[in-house]
């Protein structure tokens, strides 16, 4: 499952997230067989794609990347992907080779994959010092202080995505991801949090989970469904008003829990 790091869900937007089965070779193997340098600590992905940009009243062309440590890249989920959902990989999804980096947000996936190196250094360019950072405020409003934090990996989330009718009975539907799921609970308005009903099958841990919620007595008007996701570590989804959440400038990464409003026909 590949996300946004934008999608915030305050309003989703369309294209947001997605799901898809990847295939491809093991960036691990690659790096053992290239041998790298002791000094190696970085790894930078530069993808074809590439814009005009000014620095300091200077134009330059620069080409999309982005960069993950030597010791993140090692990991044996990664691939440098060529196959998605059992066919070759279409040219807008990164063809003929793209990054796949699960449990990661999608900016880090880079796709038309051209070249890849290893720095001594972190990588400083325009998505990963610059416009993928999440700035929160840590100080006091009289003496405010900020920390600043490059867009990475995945963060737990949930939602309700939408409320089925059967007759006169109602069920509500969604999905939670970003870390494997130990359960979903719902509430209704300001009533009790109860338990979601997960889907079985889940195929990996980097995969989205399927929920349902049976909704009994549900009564006429408008009403407010708000989830929360726990996962295996027992990490429980934040509320939007966590200091987490609440105190970010910066509208990546927002993975706190997320009302939606629906109207029950009299």
């Not at 089965?21 to 340098?37: I, K, N, Q």
């Not at 979601?196 to 195929?203: I, R, T």
Request: aromatic share 10%.
């Amino acid at each position: 499952t590949l996300e946004c790091s934008g999608n915030s869900g305050l309003p989703f937007f369309f294209g947001g997230i997605g799901n898809a089965t990847w295939a491809g070779t093991p960036l691990a193997l690659l790096l053992e067989e290239a041998d790298v340098l002791k000094e190696g600590s970085e790894v930078v992905f530069f993808g074809a794609d590439k814009g005009e940009e000014t620095v300091r009243d200077t134009p330059m062309v620069q080409h999309f990347a982005r960069s993950m440590s030597l010791e993140e890249a090692m990991h044996p989920g990664i691939l440098l992907c060529y196959e998605m959902n059992g066919e070759a990989l279409p040219d807008r999804n990164g063809a003929p080779l793209r990054l796949i980096a699960p449990g990661w947000y999608g900016i880090a996936n880079v796709k038309w994959l051209e070249r890849i190196e290893i720095w001594d250094t972190r990588l400083a360019n325009r998505f990963m010092a610059r416009d993928y950072v999440t700035i929160r405020q840590v100080g006091t409003e009289d003496e405010p202080k900020w920390t600043e934090t490059w867009v990475g990996k995945a963060l737990l989330k949930s939602a309700p995505a939408r409320v089925v009718q059967n007759g006169d009975q109602y069920r509500i539907e969604g999905a939670a991801w970003g870390a494997p799921i130990s359960s979903v609970e719902v509430r209704i308005d300001d009533g009790p949090w109860q338990s979601a009903e997960l889907a079985s099958g889940q195929q990996s841990e980097y995969t989205w989970t399927f929920w349902t919620f049976d909704w009994a007595d549900a009564t006429s008007g408008q009403h407010a469904i708000t989830t929360r996701a726990t996962d295996t570590d027992g990490n429980v989804q934040p509320t939007q008003d966590d200091p987490l959440i609440a105190n970010k400038i910066t509208y990546w990464e927002s993975n706190g829990q997320i009302t939606r409003q629906v109207n029950i026909p009299g």
